[in-house]
């Protein structure tokens, strides 16, 4: 079992940034890829970027060039650093993980949930 913990959602201007810490705690060893999906009122869960335990990376298309993952080596912490935000970036924001051998953005792909973070972005 793993366990989940975000942190660090607030309120934010348009343009400004946040970043997002996700605290994994019980057999992180496990752990093959690590992700962070959101979700706003009235819309499905969408997938925002996804790490491998080797560092590979990818991301919505988005947040491309504005957001970046990253995790600690050993995958006990897994950030989110967001720039220039926008309105439509206001959501709850969600960190997962999954073992296995197969990373992205799929939510149905991730067993392990936080509870999540709540992001928002006023004009």
């Known amino acids: 079992q793993v366990q989940l913990v975000e942190s660090g959602g607030g309120s934010v201007q348009a343009g400004g940034s946040l970043r997002l810490s996700c605290a994994a705690s019980g057999y992180t060893v496990a752990i093959y890829c690590m992700a962070w999906f959101r979700q706003a009122p009235g819309k499905e869960r969408e997938g925002v970027a996804y790490i491998t335990e080797y560092g590979t990376t990818g991301y919505a298309d988005s947040v491309k060039g504005r957001f970046t993952i990253s995790q600690d080596n050993a995958k006990n912490t897994l950030w989110l650093q967001m720039n220039s935000l926008k309105p439509e970036d206001t959501a709850m924001y969600y960190c997962?993980?999954?073992?296995?051998?197969?990373?992205?953005?799929?939510?149905?792909?991730?067993?392990?949930w936080g509870q999540g973070t709540q992001v928002t972005v006023s004009s």
């Open positions: 997962a993980a999954a073992s296995g051998s197969v990373c992205s953005i799929q939510p149905q792909t991730f067993p392990y």
